[in-house]
């Protein structure tokens, strides 16, 4: 018998329609991106964040675009402990949740302090629990229900964020205030690189893949200070003339939780427009 001639079609291979998935920090700035493609292209997506307000406003936007079946539904969560980690999970599983196709972990916060006056416990003991430590435990806690959803052909997707910043050395520039530096905001995203290879070598026979992406300068609140007060200086400094915008991260989104990718395990996707290059941008301050 003849080998079935393998599908190539777009609409085929960057499809995700009937998947669910789960994006922490889904209420603002990226994670929001996320979880709008994944809605409009017919995902049932779960939105976590602490606050309440901005995340059900975020999920009402989305619902009243969302297209092919997608929704959005805000469950308020911490996902900084373990606990708050289970709790959430728990909380799909009480929604009737029994797949679980994406888990996207994108919750974090970052600080800015001189290096002398850096305080401890909120500069480094809840950044680092909220930018590294929630992402394995939600990820171990979600486990059961990534198993349940992978296929053969489409396994499901563990994705964390991560930030240009993971290999960037300099800790200070236009997104921080004069003086201050995010000293430890590089080193947990750094953390989440290794963790995500680490998850990808342990959950790939499985049949669950693990890939970490990295951006540039995206509109979020951790990027207000410095777009409010420097963005012609970054967009002259990209080399394509501009920040990234929710296309940018839309289509790296549907290629990511998508068939297209189902070989795709342990990569770090930069997605900066060619700033962690290192050179002058010389590029048009294009507008998309």
């Known amino acids: 018998m003849a080998a079935q001639a393998p599908t190539l079609k777009a609409a085929d291979l960057f499809d995700v329609k009937g998947k669910v998935a789960l994006v922490t920090g889904g209420g603002t700035?990226?994670?929001?991106?996320?979880?709008?493609?994944?809605?409009?292209?017919?995902?049932?997506?779960?939105?976590a964040s602490r606050k309440v307000k901005p995340l059900q406003e975020a999920a009402d936007e989305i619902n009243a675009l969302a297209r092919f079946g997608g929704k959005c539904i805000p469950i308020q969560a911490d996902v900084a402990d373990k606990k708050g980690c289970d709790a959430l999970v728990d909380a799909i599983k009480a929604r009737g949740v029994?797949?679980?196709?994406?888990?996207v972990n994108n919750a974090g916060i970052s600080w800015g302090d001189p290096m002398t006056s850096f305080p401890e416990k909120e500069g480094w003991d809840r950044l680092m629990a909220l930018n590294v430590k929630s992402a394995f435990y939600l990820t171990t806690a979600s486990?059961?229900?990534?198993?349940?959803?992978?296929t053969p052909?489409?396994?499901a997707r563990v994705i964390n964020i991560s930030?240009?910043?993971?290999?960037?050395?300099?800790?200070?520039?236009?997104l921080s205030a004069p003086g201050s530096?995010?000293?430890?905001?590089?080193?947990?995203?750094?953390?989440?690189?290794?963790?995500?290879?680490?998850l990808a070598l342990e959950l790939g026979p499985k049949g669950v893949t693990a890939n970490v992406v990295?951006?540039?300068?995206?509109?979020?609140?951790?990027?207000?200070?410095?777009?409010k007060n420097s963005l012609g200086m970054m967009e002259a400094s990209q080399p394509l003339g501009r920040i990234g915008v929710t296309e940018d991260m839309a289509g790296l989104c549907l290629f990511l939780c998508s068939r297209a990718s189902a070989y795709l395990n342990g990569a770090a996707i930069p997605i900066d427009g060619g700033a962690g290059l290192g050179g002058r941008g010389k590029g048009p301050v294009a507008k998309v």
């Open 29 to 47: 700035g990226i994670g929001k991106m996320w979880a709008e493609t994944l809605a409009h292209n017919g995902v049932t997506v779960y939105i």
């Open 98 to 103: 029994t797949k679980l196709h994406i888990l």
């Open 143 to 150: 486990l059961p229900l990534l198993l349940s959803a992978t």
């Open 153 to 155: 052909s489409d396994p």
């Open 163 to 174: 930030s240009m910043a993971s290999v960037l050395a300099s800790v200070s520039g236009p």
């Open 181 to 198: 530096g995010t000293w430890s905001y590089q080193p947990s995203k750094a953390a989440v690189n290794h963790l995500t290879r680490s």
């Open 214 to 227: 990295c951006p540039g300068v995206f509109r979020s609140r951790m990027t207000a200070f410095g777009v």
